[in-house]
């Protein structure tokens, strides 16, 4: 099953609870599908497609917390449909400040005539929660991934930035690209900053030291001759 497919399914309460049984199974799907880089234009390439499975990862995340509050307000009509999408389309949003979430779901039920707003609000917390926890559980292993295929690929990015064979500008363009590496090594969440020609373009100019050239040697002299 492709990596997108498994996102795809996640339509009802039920395929939420088995992708939290198994969140691996998106970033072991992704493993799969992602290619290997050797050029510039391939790691761009690359770099996009994480980019876009983050994304998607994302959108799916949304229609979870859709789910959980179409569940847990069944009985409720204080916060309506409009409402609850907003709240849905925006979890992502919330991730570092559910406090903000909370408070906005309390003050919307109270103008919505719920009989205990802060049980409403209380209702909404708990779906961010476990929405949010669901994405971080998938998200982990996506990052995992991201950083270690740009680690992988730093020795190879180092050896071209230093490479005499190549004109100074290509050796520019590795050298920006061995420090993007090694950034998304150490941070994997950098690929949804910006697209990977706009990152390297931010990174100072910079020739890297080619290795010293082997002396000539008597025997090297003679095999000349």
């Known amino acids: 099953m492709t990596a997108q497919r498994i996102l795809d399914e996640v339509h009802s309460l039920a395929r939420v ?3 939290e049984a198994e969140p691996q199974r998106y970033a072991a799907a992704l493993e799969a599908e992602v290619p290997e880089a050797t050029t510039l234009a391939e790691l761009e390439a690359r770099d996009a497609m994480l980019a876009s499975a983050l994304g998607q990862l994302d959108a799916m995340i949304s229609r979870v917390m859709r789910l959980r509050l179409e569940h847990a307000l069944a009985m409720d009509s204080s916060i309506g449909p409009p409402t609850r999408q907003v709240f849905a389309t925006t979890i992502v949003g919330y991730a570092n400040n559910l406090t903000l979430l909370t408070e906005r779901a309390r003050s919307v039920a109270a103008r919505g005539g719920a009989a205990d ?3 409403v609000a209380t209702l909404v917390d708990d779906a961010a929660r476990s929405t ?8 982990a292993g996506v990052l995992a991934l991201i950083a270690a295929r740009a680690a992988a690929i730093v020795p190879d990015a180092d050896r071209h930035a ?6 100074d500008a290509q050796r520019r363009r590795w050298s920006a690209a061995r420090r993007e590496l090694e950034a998304i090594a150490a941070e994997p969440h950098r690929v949804t900053s910006a697209p990977l020609p706009t990152r390297l373009a931010a990174w100072p100019e910079q020739l890297d030291d080619a290795p010293p050239e082997p002396e000539v040697t008597f ?3 003679i095999e000349l001759d």
């Open 219 to 221: 025997a090297d002299m």
């Open 132 to 139: 949010l926890a669901l994405r971080d559980a998938v998200r």
């Open 162 to 167: 230093r490479d005499r064979k190549l004109d």
């Open 17 to 19: 609870g088995a992708l």
């Open 117 to 119: 707003p802060d049980q």
